[in-house]
Nanobody, 121 residues
Framework: QVHLVESGGGLVQPGGSLGLSCAAS????????MGWYRQAPGKQRELVAL???????NYADSVKGRFTISRDNAKNTVYLQMLSLKPEDTAVYYC???????????????WGQGTQVTVSS
């Protein structure tokens, strides 16, 4: 069993900042790509940021220059630092990770339970 647990969501004013973290636990042999996605009401889930095991990053155009993704491989944790938040950043944020449970298995994508981020005055 593998679990991803997110933390750090909440309510913040426009222009404010917030940090999210997501820790993977359980039967983990290795983790490949890790990422953050978000889903606003009435919209499809979209990629926010992605980071490879070798720290190559990719961002949605809407968050470039404002969000930073990072990871700590020793802690099996991915982070998302969000600056200059806008009301349109309001969504449920989900972490995702491609995880191998053993040397004999392939990578499987796992999702966290989601954490609400609300940007409002």
């Amino acid at each position: 069993q593998v679990h991803l647990v997110e933390s750090g969501g909440g309510l913040v004013q426009p222009g404010g900042s917030l940090g999210l973290s997501c820790a993977a636990s359980g039967s983990i042999f290795s983790i490949n790509d890790m990422g953050w996605y978000r889903q606003a009401p009435g919209k499809q889930r979209e990629l926010v940021a992605l980071i490879t095991r070798s720290d190559v990053t990719n961002y949605a155009d809407s968050v470039k220059g404002r969000f930073t993704i990072s990871r700590d491989n020793a802690k099996n944790t991915v982070y998302l630092q969000m600056l200059s938040l806008k009301p349109e950043d309001t969504a449920v944020y989900y972490c995702n990770a491609a995880i191998r449970s053993s040397r004999f298995s392939g990578y499987v994508g796992y999702w966290g339970q989601g954490t609400q981020v609300t940007v409002s005055s």
